[in-house]
Structure formats: C-alpha cells, structure tokens
C-alpha cells in the first residue's frame, strides 16, 4: 500500500493523513470548493476538487472519486467517518476498480447498517436485546398490538437509521398513531428507507460503545469501551473511556458480547458495538458502527494503541499482533466535540468566521481538528469545529485537565459547545458518575450558564481593574 486517498474532510482527514505520512504512505486529499484552503488540503501530498459545496455534489460522489483515485495511481481509499464510510455500494465499488477500501466488506456494511438484520444476526449468540420487533412495522393495527405486548413507553426506531434521525418516544396509545407517521416520514427523508422497528423504550439508560478489531485471519479483540451518555439530540457531545460503571466482571461479558456480535458478521477492520445499560446494570445490544467513530482518541489514550494504523495494517491483511490478554487499560481520557453551535439556544448550528481560534497546549491535551484562524465553518457539512481530549492517571485528574483546557481554548465569531462541555465537567453528577443520557434534560438550564457566564466575566474585570489600579499607584522612579 502506497498511496491512500482519504475521501473525507476536516479534523478525520486530518487525522487519517497524518498516520499515514507517519506509516511512509503517500496521501490524496480531496475537497469540495469551501474546502480548497482547508488544512487537510494543504497537509496531503497530492489534492483533487471533487466539486462543488453540497455533499451531493462533493463528498458524496463515490463514483467519481474512484475515477480521481485511479488516475492518480491510488492503491486504497479510508472513508473516515459519515459521507461514504458506511456506503456498501461505494466499497464494493472500490474493490471492483482494484482498491482497497480500509474497511470492513459490503456484506458486513449492509448487515449491520439494517438494524432488523443486525438482530437477526446476532439473535443466536445469546447477546441480550431490547424487547421489541424483530421486522418492520408500517400497519397500524399492527403496530398498536405489537406495543400494547411490549408496554408502554415504547421507542420507534429507523431501521436504516442513526444520529436520532426516524426516532421517537411514545409514552402511551393516543400518541402512537402520529408519532410512527412522523417516524417514518423523517426516516424516508433522511435515509431513503421508511422501515421502523418499536422497542421498549429504556428510561434511564447509559450508552456504553466497545470498540473491537477484527483482521482477515479470525482474530478479534475489543479494546474496551467508551462511555456515550452524554448527549443532546440523542448525538454524542462528550465521550470517556473507561466508564466509570462497569465492573471488571461485567466489562469482560460486554466485550465477549461485542466480539460475537463482530464474529456474527464475519466483521474485518475496527468497528464499535453500541449496548444499553439500564440502572440496574443489565445490558443490551443497540446496533454496530462499522466504522471508525469519532470518539476513538479516548481509546488510543487508555490502549496506546493507534487505530488508523491498526485499520491499514488489517486492510493490508496483516494479523493483529496482539492478544486480548496483551491489553490493559491505562488511565483515563474524556473527549469534548467542539461543535459550532449555540448552547444557549438548544444546541443550534452558529456557522460563520472564525475570527480568533487558539488551540489549548500541554501535557496530555490532544486537539483534533480540521480548521485554522480566518477560516467559515460552512454551512454545508456537520458542524464539527474539532475535538478536544484529555488525558489523566485517573478520571478526576482527567476530568480537571479537561476544564483547563476549555478555559485555555479561545474562539470567537461563533458559538460553541465549549460553555456546555465546561459545565458538564464542573457538575456534581457528572463528576460522581450518577448520570444517564438525560443529562441535558436534567440538569442543563441554558439561561443558568449564561447567568453564571456573565459573572465569571465580571469578576475578570473587576480583578484586572483593581491590577490595573495597584499598578497606576506604584510609586515609579525615573532612570
């Protein structure tokens, strides 16, 4: 393998290259027209435009960025993360055109991308699963009997679906009605599939993710697990590893869960197995990600392990050099997803310039981004300006590196999840690992931060006006 093509953009592409160069490989980028100044475009060794600025002109044109990638001579191609990456059509494409797609196969995509056929994959290996329908569900008599048997509250689910689109909590009967036609409908719009599926709904559950490799010789191995609960949107915004629930014994059948769920599919690669986790500890397969996840620095952390390198050794159908017991977890890592968006007014995109940005820098604080000063965020693509993780001995030594980095973090000319993340850090509940994924909902008041904001701020001026004062009073000698 000597040449890669990252088909993606922003702080992935950047991360991809990076260990490829790394690895002695050379890298194309590629980039819509917004993109043509953006970091990863300089970073590459070679860079193609691929088109204009919507992802369906751009980002999501698999056919033509194989024809690019042939030209230039491309022995592989790494989808990164959204776009393509989850695209079973555009690997088989890839192998048919002799590239190799740094990922796991067509098959395994389309398995676990059907979240009714991840099911049924995974049903004989004895993996615990949310009570719920096992196909699709589009009659209504039907759908009302199937959740009177379940009970109440129920969740309406996507079968194709992901990131909370097609999803919706109905809490009793006169609800169900509307509730399923509005799941379907934001299903059929977002995925072009409107297969539901309903479930019992866990009421307060803990998302909790393993992360597993696979090679091409039958060795799997799970690197441990990554804590998710905190979200907004049913979307991830602040990542951990390990959690801080899980026992050593009930850490080792999740992982053995996962691993099977890897093998039901005859998975290659690194993916991640999603499970429930209700209060009283009971766990339960959700869906797999069959490819790399955003959150994955928090598991390079406490593995030392590099997971792009990890992938392209698998894709170059090297074995995975070592054994589960091989592993040990190491410290503790959180990971906040620096979103442009308004924490004030429920999380909404703020796209536009970036008219100061300076990265925090220190021992054990690791920045992915995608961005520099004076670039926009466009409007265009997910709103992700970077992502910010740290590292400690243990979780609270982790956890008070991560507010130092916050405040060492300077943006301006857009809103950010920087205030949130700071908040979820300094709150007791978070800090005592007493939380759910309806953390936001319990605890977050946006005019609250606001206020308390706008007191840090003017308790900052107050001292530096009395600085200033004391230093306007020195008596000062002349020379």
Same mark, same amino acid.
């Given at each position: 393998?000597?040449?890669?093509? *990252? #088909?993606?953009?922003? !702080?992935? #592409?950047?991360?991809?290259?990076?260990?490829?160069?790394?690895?002695?490989?050379n890298t194309v980028a590629v980039y819509s027209t917004i993109d043509r100044n953006a970091p990863h475009v300089k970073y590459a060794d070679e860079a193609i435009h691929i088109g204009d600025n919507p992802s369906n002109k751009s980002y999501l044109l698999g056919s033509h960025i194989i024809k690019e990638a042939m030209k230039l001579g491309v022995d592989a191609i790494h989808p990164g993360y959204g776009f393509l990456s989850e695209n079973a059509g555009f690997a088989d494409d890839v192998a048919k055109n002799n590239m190799i797609f740094i990922g796991p196969d067509s098959t395994s995509i389309k398995m676990m991308g059907d979240k009714l056929a991840a099911k049924d994959a995974v049903k004989d290996y004895n993996i615990p699963m949310v009570p719920g329908t096992d196909h699709a569900v589009s009659d209504m008599d039907k759908a009302r009997e199937l959740a009177m048997?379940?009970?109440?509250?129920?969740?309406?689910? @996507?079968?194709?679906?992901g990131g909370g689109k097609g999803m919706r909590i109905v809490d009793k009967q006169e609800n169900l009605d509307a509730q399923l036609e509005r799941a379907v409908s934001e299903a059929l719009s977002a995925f072009g599939d409107?297969?539901?599926?309903?479930?019992?709904?866990? &009421? &307060?559950?803990?998302?909790? !993710?393993f992360q597993i490799l696979a090679d091409m010789h039958g060795n799997v191995l799970h690197l441990y697990e990554r804590e998710c609960s905190i979200q907004r949107r049913h979307q991830k915004v602040i990542e951990e590893a390990p959690s801080s629930v899980l026992s050593p014994e009930l850490r080792a059948k999740m992982g053995d869960a996962a691993i099977k769920v890897a093998k039901s599919c005859k998975y290659t690669g690194a993916g991640t197995v999603e499970f429930l986790v209700d209060d009283s500890l009971n766990f339960y397969f959700l869906e797999m990600n069959?490819?790399?996840? *955003? !959150?994955?620095?928090?598991?390079?952390?406490?593995?030392?392990?590099?997971? *792009?390198?990890?992938?392209?050794?698998?894709?170059?159908? !090297?074995?995975?050099?070592?054994?589960?017991?091989?592993?040990?977890?190491?410290?503790?890592?959180?990971?906040?997803?620096?979103?442009?968006?308004? &924490?004030?007014?429920?999380?909404?995109?703020?796209v536009g310039r970036l008219e100061a940005y300076k990265i925090p820098?220190?021992?054990?604080?690791r920045v992915d981004d995608g961005y520099e000063q004076g670039m926009e965020i466009p409007i265009f693509y997910d709103p992700l300006i970077s992502k910010l993780i740290t590292y400690g001995k243990t979780r609270s030594e982790a956890i008070h590196r991560m507010i130092e980095a916050i405040d060492q973090y300077l943006i301006e000319g857009v809103q950010t999840t920087l205030p949130f993340g700071k908040f979820v850090c300094q709150h007791e509940a978070f800090q005592q690992g007493n939380f759910d994924t309806h953390f936001v909902q319990k605890y977050?008041? #946006?005019?609250?931060?606001?206020?308390?904001?706008?007191?840090?701020?003017?308790? @900052? @001026?107050?001292?530096?006006?009395?600085?200033? &004062?004391?230093d306007q009073n020195i008596v000062r000698v002349p020379n």
């Open positions: 393998m000597k040449k890669i093509l *990252v #088909a993606n953009r922003g !702080e992935i #592409a950047m991360r991809i290259l990076k260990t490829a160069k790394r690895m002695g490989i048997k379940i009970g109440y509250p129920i969740l309406i689910k @996507a079968a194709a679906g409107g297969s539901v599926f309903i479930e019992k709904y866990i &009421s &307060s559950p803990r998302h909790i !993710e069959t490819r790399l996840q *955003v !959150e994955h620095p928090v598991t390079e952390f406490i593995t030392g392990l590099d997971l *792009v390198e990890q992938q392209i050794n698998i894709a170059r159908g !090297e074995k995975l050099l070592l054994k589960q017991s091989d592993l040990k977890i190491k410290g503790h890592a959180l990971e906040l997803r620096v979103y442009a968006e308004d &924490s004030f007014h429920d999380f909404l995109p703020n820098e220190g021992k054990n604080i977050f008041r #946006a005019d609250q931060l606001k206020a308390d904001l706008e007191d840090e701020a003017e308790v @900052a @001026a107050l001292l530096a006006l009395k600085l200033y &004062s004391k």
